[in-house]
Every structure is written in structure tokens, then in C-alpha cells.
């Protein structure tokens, strides 16, 4: 509960700014500053059962103002029904066959772009601050002008996907919203994509693109002379479809954004690293997000969460969204006995343990220098990895975080990064290719401007550096133990 007390301290300071000045936030001031007031992360914690874990953990990380959260529901509502609107779809993101944020122009007075689930973590963080009023006109001229960011741009762009960033018309230099450098993923409960009901047939999202939304080819797409971005315009869709597709186009919008689809829950397992644990029938899971009995529970919940004056919210928002029958009906008793964690799961080390390296030297663990560190890669056969094109960066004792100065010029060159986590005696190695981060997104040093200010933050899964929120774990080539 501290976490939460601390949260709604920072959103009744800004509340109080605002009330006392009387000036309005705009949708694009606020977006700015959508990192603000950071979500925290959580402490280790336990639930027997899914009704013990809902009032524990999810309840008090949901938007507490129910009205304000209304209000983004009948902002959503009547704007997908607007003429020339911007829609978006969950979809669009296989290797190879990346699309987000590039723009469709439709023969039916509407746009749509594909992206994943990083364009929902803006209308979360939007409804759980709730200090921008939900207003129809700004938040589609917002969309109109491609001001509303779709994408964290240091996601973006690879040697597989050469096109994905250059293509973008849409704005992907937003900021993140923190929910998951915060431990947290954002839990949907009727799926974005699969499960959509249509004439008595059960569809996923991909199956539904394919028929009408195609994702084409990048030759499709071309560069407006005036604008200077690209665009497929006069995408056609035939007279006996167009009142389908449109259709198909709001519910996927939807169900993607709409602040009463989700949840926060603790990550799921990644790259070896558990987060959640729990035990159903003598079955071991490690992914609560997904389990069908607890969204059961949470769909029943919302029912009575989001009725005010005698009308179901909730429900008028699944009327609109084609949602399978929810069959299970679970009451919330049933026994999990879950354990959770912001930060990957297991016995840690005592702080700062001197436990030994295994090198020549045999130095203690906050003796690793560069040199031994890229030794041990080349051994495992990053035999390119020198002094010059390599960053090392050992914890930092007095505050957590792994600091680094590596030159500017780096970021136009194949980087590679390597931590050491001194209490678990890990190296982590990153593989950043040349101009995947633009120096715009950086911090500099002040008094050496050709210098870049990094502080990784440890015991983060997503290696986030807190001068510039970029999360490194996006580049993580692989670990060693020592």
C-alpha cells in the first residue's frame, strides 16, 4: 500500500496545481510528461487465492477515479464513430513483417495504422493519473495530427526491418509510460487479438487483417511531396465489405486502448527470468496474465466496478467489441497460493558478496575490469567485441545503478554494452547496431557534451537507464555467470 500512498500523494499535488490555477492540461502537454508521476514497482508479495490476489493487487492499481474512467469510455465510444477518423490495430509486428506506425489511408473516409501493445499503455497511464479531461475534439484532433506517439522509437527499426522507423508517419518518439520498467504488464481482458465473435463464427485478429486489412508489401507504401511522410492512400475495400470492415476496425481500436479492458499484473517470464509463479490443480503456471480462471474473476468484478447510477458501464463497453460468452464464471475461491516479484524471481545474493571471479587474477567480483570481461565474451565467441566499439559498466555500490560515459559517437557505430551485476556475479552483454538510438534521445553530460550520461538502473529486467528511459534489455545479446 505504500507504493499506492505515494502515488496518489504526487496525483493530489498535481490535482491541486491544476484546481488552483485554474488552467486546463492539453492532451499534448500532458502526453509530454506522461512518464509523470512515475509508477513505482512493487515489493515480493503472496495470495492464496484469485479473490485474495484481485483485492490485493489488482484492485488498488486500477484507475481509482470509476467517473473519470467513464468519461474515456463515451470519449471512445462516439470517436470511432467519427468520419475520417485514425484507428489502429494490434497487429503487424512478425520479424520481417514489421508495419507500426505506418499509415492506411482507406476509400472509406477512415485511417489505421498497426502497432502492438505499447500504444495501450498511453490510455492506462492516461486514465490512472486522470488529470486530462477526456474530450472528444482533442483527443481526435490529436490522432488526426499524428500527435498521440503510437511506439517508443528505440524500439524501433532493425536489420531485418530496415523500412519500420523511416516509414513511420505517425509520432514514435513518445514517452514511456513506465508501466514496464515498473515490473508490471498490461493484462487485457478480452484479447486483442483472438477471439472475436462475428455471425456466429470465432475469429482471430490475424485472420481478420488478412482478409481485410492486408499488410502489403513496403512498395505500397510512398512519400507524400508535401508532408514528406509515407502513406498507402486509397486502400480499397470493397462496397459489399466496407460496413464490416469499418466495424472490425472500431472493435480492434477498441479492445486494444479502452481503459476497462486491462489490468496491471506482474511480468511474465522472460528470457529465463520468472516473475510469477503460481499452482492450479498441482499444476505449476508462471504467467497470471494470461490465466483464464483469474480473467473470469476480473471480468465479473468489472461488472460491479464500472456500474454507476444503475448502468453497467462495463457491459455497454463489451457490447460493442464482439466478445466470446464468458463460460467459466469463476467465484474467486479457487486456491493459486501465487507468489509475485518486480524484479526475476529466486535466492539473491548478499549484497556486494566478494565471491570470487574465475580469472587468472582470481579478483573479487568488484574487480572485473574491461579487458577480463571482454575476454570471457570472446571466449563464448563475440570474437569482435575491442576496447574501442565496447562500454563496461560494473554496479555501482552506493546507489544501484550501473554508470557509464560512453562517446556520443558510439551510437553511429556497431556498440556493444556490458554490465556487471557484482551481487550475482553476471556479466549481461548488449548488442546495440549503429543509429538504432538517435542522440536525440539521450542525455549528454553537461560539462562534456560529447559524452553520454547513462545510469542503468539494477534489479530491472528491462536494464531502463534513468537519464533517458531507454530500456536496454531490448539489445541483450546474452549473460555469464562467473
Known amino acids: 500500500m505504500q507504493v499506492i500512498q505515494r502515488y496518489l500523494f504526487f496525483y493530489s499535488i498535481a490535482y491541486a496545481i491544476i484546481k488552483f490555477t485554474g488552467e486546463k492540461m492539453s492532451l499534448v502537454e500532458k502526453l509530454s510528461t506522461i512518464d509523470r508521476p512515475r509508477i513505482e514497482s512493487f515489493q515480493n508479495g503472496t495470495a492464496e487465492t484469485i479473490k485474495e490476489f484481485y483485492e490485493s493487487f489488482i484492485e488498488p492499481r486500477l484507475p481509482q477515479n470509476i467517473e473519470h474512467v467513464i468519461k474515456w469510455h463515451k470519449v471512445l465510444k462516439e470517436y470511432v464513430k467519427k468520419e475520417n477518423n485514425v484507428l489502429g490495430f494490434r497487429t503487424g509486428n512478425v520479424r520481417g513483417s514489421l508495419r507500426r506506425g505506418w499509415e492506411t489511408i482507406t476509400n472509406d473516409n477512415y485511417s489505421f495504422f498497426y502497432t502492438d501493445n505499447f500504444f495501450a499503455h498511453y490510455f492506462f497511464k492516461l486514465a490512472l493519473d486522470a488529470d486530462w479531461e477526456p474530450n472528444l475534439d482533442e483527443f481526435y484532433n490529436a490522432m488526426r495530427s499524428k500527435d498521440f506517439p503510437v511506439r517508443f522509437t528505440y524500439f524501433m527499426g532493425s536489420e531485418d526491418d530496415p523500412y519500420e522507423k523511416e516509414y513511420a508517419s505517425f509520432n514514435v518518439k513518445g514517452k514511456n509510460p513506465g508501466l514496464n520498467t515498473a515490473g508490471y504488464k498490461l493484462a487485457h481482458i478480452i484479447d486483442a487479438g483472438k477471439n472475436y465473435l462475428i455471425n456466429g463464427q470465432i475469429y482471430g485478429q490475424t485472420e481478420l487483417i488478412e482478409k481485410y486489412f492486408e499488410l502489403g508489401t513496403p512498395e505500397d507504401w510512398s512519400q507524400d511531396p508535401v508532408t514528406h511522410k509515407y502513406c498507402r492512400k486509397n486502400f480499397k475495400i470493397s462496397e459489399e465489405t466496407k460496413a464490416l470492415a469499418r466495424n472490425i476496425a472500431e472493435v480492434s481500436f477498441l479492445r486494444m486502448v479502452h481503459p476497462m479492458n486491462y489490468f496491471l499484473s506482474p511480468k511474465t517470464a522472460y528470457k529465463g527470468n520468472i516473475f510469477n509463479k503460481y499452482t492450479i490443480n498441482g499444476v505449476e503456471k508462471k504467467n497470471i496474465a494470461e490465466d483464464e480462471l483469474l480473467i473470469s474473476y476480473v471480468r465479473q468484478r468489472f461488472h460491479e466496478r464500472y456500474t454507476v447510477g444503475g448502468v453497467d458501464y462495463f457491459q455497454d463497453f ?25 524484479v526475476p524471481m529466486g535466492e539473491k545474493k548478499q549484497k556486494n558478496a566478494k565471491k570470487q571471479v574465475t580469472t587468472k587474477a582470481n579478483k573479487p567480483a568488484n574487480r572485473m575490469s574491461k579487458n577480463e570481461a571482454i575476454a570471457l565474451f570472446r571466449q563464448q565467441g563475440y570474437t569482435n567485441l575491442n576496447n574501442s566499439n565496447t562500454t563496461f559498466s560494473s554496479q555501482n555500490s552506493n546507489n544501484d545503478r550501473y554508470w557509464a560515459n560512453p562517446n556520443i559517437a558510439l551510437l553511429n557505430s556497431d556498440w556493444w554494452l556490458i554490465l556487471n551485476d557484482i551481487d ?30 547513462i545510469q542503468i538502473n539494477y534489479d530491472d529486467t528491462e536494464f531502463t537507464d534513468s537519464r533517458s528511459d531507454i530500456p536496454f534489455a531490448t539489445w541483450l545479446e546474452t549473460s555469464i555467470d562467473y
Open 318 to 342: 463489451l457490447d460493442l467489441i464482439y466478445p466470446v460468452e464468458d463460460k467459466i464464471n469463476e467465484n474467486g475461491n479457487t486456491v493459486i497460493n501465487i507468489k509475485y516479484s518486480s
Open 424 to 453: 550475482n556475479c553476471r556479466l549481461s552483454l548488449f548488442h546495440i547496431p549503429a543509429q538504432t538510438i538517435t542522440e536525440d534521445l539521450v542525455v549528454v553530460r553537461t560539462d562534456k557534451p560529447d559524452l553520454i550520461d
